[in-house]
């Protein structure tokens, strides 16, 4: 194949990547929750970013991998690294949003949204130390992960915490 097919076909495949995750628009709203590759549920640019280089990055591999046939292992590899790299992209969206609501700083008050254990550490492996009332108010230490500490010592899960 000639180096002109080759550039042909990695272009398509990197449009392809560049429109993967609104390629397929009827598929994404017919879907109760967002899968990742067709549409993502978390706000930011890496998801169209990552199905960009991954069907390029798809492309590449896919011409060099089949020997009769590159421009059509150019664009299945363009549209396999655009899936990939789409489902990749809104993984680290999805992680800095998680990241971004999970972040209690320190004298900031929040109340019990519901009855929660006190726990020694944050997990539910850690023992209980205590209890909060639903609408008990209290001071945020810090955070782990999913995980809030109050002062005086304790952690309680950031899912039954508001403002």
Same mark, same amino acid.
């Given at each position: 194949?000639?180096?002109?097919?080759?550039?042909?076909?990695?272009?398509?495949?990197?449009?392809?990547?560049?429109?993967?995750?609104?390629?397929?628009?009827?598929?994404?709203?017919?879907?109760?929750?967002?899968?990742?590759?067709?549409?993502?549920?978390?706000?930011?640019?890496?998801?169209?970013? $990552?199905? &960009?280089?991954? #069907?390029?990055?798809?492309?590449?591999? =896919? !011409? /060099?991998?089949?020997?009769?046939?590159? @421009?059509? +292992?150019?664009?299945?590899?363009?549209?396999?690294?655009?899936?990939?790299?789409?489902?990749?992209?809104?993984?680290?969206?999805?992680?800095?949003?998680?990241?971004?609501?999970?972040?209690?700083?320190?004298?900031?008050?929040?109340?019990?949204?519901?009855?929660?254990?006190?726990?020694?550490?944050?997990?539910?492996?850690?023992?209980?130390? $205590?209890? &909060?009332?639903? #609408?008990?108010?209290?001071?945020?230490? =810090? !955070? /782990?992960?999913?995980?809030?500490?109050? @002062?005086? +010592?304790?952690?309680?899960?950031?899912?039954?915490?508001?403002?």
């Amino acid at each position: 194949m000639s180096n002109k097919k080759l550039t042909v076909a990695i272009a398509a495949a990197a449009v392809l990547g560049t429109l993967a995750p609104a390629a397929l628009p009827t598929m994404a709203m017919a879907q109760s929750r967002a899968n990742g590759i067709t549409n993502c549920d978390a706000p930011g640019g890496r998801q169209r970013a $990552g199905a &960009l280089i991954g #069907g390029v990055i798809g492309a590449l591999a =896919g !011409s /060099q991998i089949s020997d009769n046939e590159r @421009a059509l +292992g150019a664009v299945a590899g363009g549209a396999a690294g655009a899936a990939a790299g789409s489902y990749v992209g809104c993984n680290q969206q999805r992680a800095r949003q998680y990241q971004s609501n999970y972040n209690y700083g320190s004298g900031d008050q929040y109340r019990a949204s519901s009855n929660l254990n006190i726990r020694s550490g944050p997990g539910t492996n850690y023992r209980t130390v $205590g209890r &909060l009332s639903a #609408g008990q108010p209290f001071t945020a230490t =810090g !955070s /782990q992960g999913e995980w809030v500490q109050i @002062a005086g +010592g304790g952690w309680v899960n950031a899912h039954y915490v508001s403002r």
